[in-house]
């Protein structure tokens, strides 16, 4: 990893991403903020990690989404984001919004998954350590635990916000019968939901139905995660698989199966629209998430600085026409 010194770009701001308001909290986030699940584990390249992080904050995104269990081995992308931020971003820690989470299977035993307390405060603690901070400034709760009650994981989290060690909280992955419980509890207790982050693009638009008026209608914020639907929305499988991508990694989450046929052809008629539309679909695939009003800001999850670079200029088109949106929710 370079250990030349780096000093950001002072048109950061100036020449940002653009920031929205969290909900009806105090908090901006970048339009685009950066997942660091499947990009920053120990099987992945730690040059381009700390490229993409220096590429990101001298662009003004200053959200970096993180959990418990992101990178292969699980804990090793925290671990790597921790040494980053300790040997190049430690006087900017103040500008920056670091978020993580505990929801899934972590570490052996009946205290290593789920919603207790135990394993959400046993899990903060863990990720402080490998992160090397003494807070964090969003935490989750991964998902809903249908085995432990509500408010003794919203207790918990609250709790973390009461003592310091996180700033604000937020849920992922909700029912949305569940996410209104949560809403309802935590602002009961003092600590209002700041955030919900769940699965947003073209062919994954469930939450249009209800979670996304619901945090809406409740001043919440709405993050989207996986936009390209894990780099399916875009031009890279049009032709076969290429050997660095995803869906060719043994440990990534994308399954070469879900690349069938009949979705490399609704693929290649969304690149034909983007073509159109003067965007490559990387570009129009984070564009179109912006096409709802309640969408506080989009994670994409890239794997080098040049496809960062292409998600940010997506932000250069994000008027869509109705005849635009409706084809494209044809083949959604
Ligand atoms: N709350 C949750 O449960 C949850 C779940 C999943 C993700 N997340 C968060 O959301 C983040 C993003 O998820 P994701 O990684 O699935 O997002 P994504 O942006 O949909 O997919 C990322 C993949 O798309 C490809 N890609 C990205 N930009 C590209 C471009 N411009 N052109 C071509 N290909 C491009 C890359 O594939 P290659 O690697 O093949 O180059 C990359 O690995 C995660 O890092 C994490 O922070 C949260």
């Not at 010194?5 to 950061?12: A, E, G, K």
């Amino acid at each position: 990893m370079s250990e030349n010194r780096y000093v950001p770009s002072i048109n950061r701001y100036k020449d940002s991403v653009g920031y929205n308001r969290c909900g009806n909290s105090g908090l901006m986030l970048p339009k685009i903020s950066l997942g660091l699940w499947h990009n920053f584990g120990d099987v992945d390249n730690q040059d381009e990690a700390l490229n993409m992080l220096q590429f990101a904050f001298d662009h003004g995104i200053t959200h970096f989404d993180l959990a418990n269990n992101y990178g292969v081995p699980a804990g090793s992308a925290e671990t790597n984001f921790g040494k980053i931020l300790k040997s190049n971003f430690s006087s900017y820690r103040d500008e920056m919004i670091i978020s993580t989470k505990a929801g899934h299977e972590m570490w052996p035993g009946p205290y290593g998954d789920w919603g207790s307390r135990k394993y959400l405060i046993s899990s903060l603690h863990q990720s402080l350590k490998r992160m090397q901070l003494d807070y964090v400034d969003i935490f989750y709760s991964h998902r809903y635990d249908p085995n432990t009650p509500l408010e003794e994981t919203m207790a918990a989290l609250s709790d973390m916000v009461k003592q310091g060690k996180a700033l604000y909280v937020g849920i992922s992955k909700y029912p949305v019968d569940k996410a209104r419980e949560a809403y309802r509890i935590l602002r009961e207790n003092g600590t209002p939901c700041l955030i919900n982050q769940d699965r947003y693009s073209i062919f994954t638009r469930e939450i249009e139905q209800d979670v996304l008026p619901l945090a809406g209608e409740n001043g919440i914020g709405f993050i989207g995660f996986s936009p390209l639907s894990q780099g399916m929305l875009s031009d890279k499988y049009l032709h076969g698989i290429p050997e660095n991508s995803r869906a060719a990694q043994s440990h990534g989450f994308l399954q070469q199966s879900r690349l069938t046929p009949e979705v490399i052809d609704k693929i290649s008629k969304l690149n034909e629209i983007a073509a159109q539309r003067g965007q490559t679909l990387a570009q129009m695939a984070v564009a179109w998430c912006f096409h709802k009003p309640q969408v506080t800001s989009i994670i994409v999850g890239t794997s080098s600085v040049k496809q960062l670079q292409d998600n940010i200029d997506s932000l250069k088109n994000l008027n869509f026409s109705d005849e635009e949106l409706w084809r494209i929710g044809e083949l959604g």
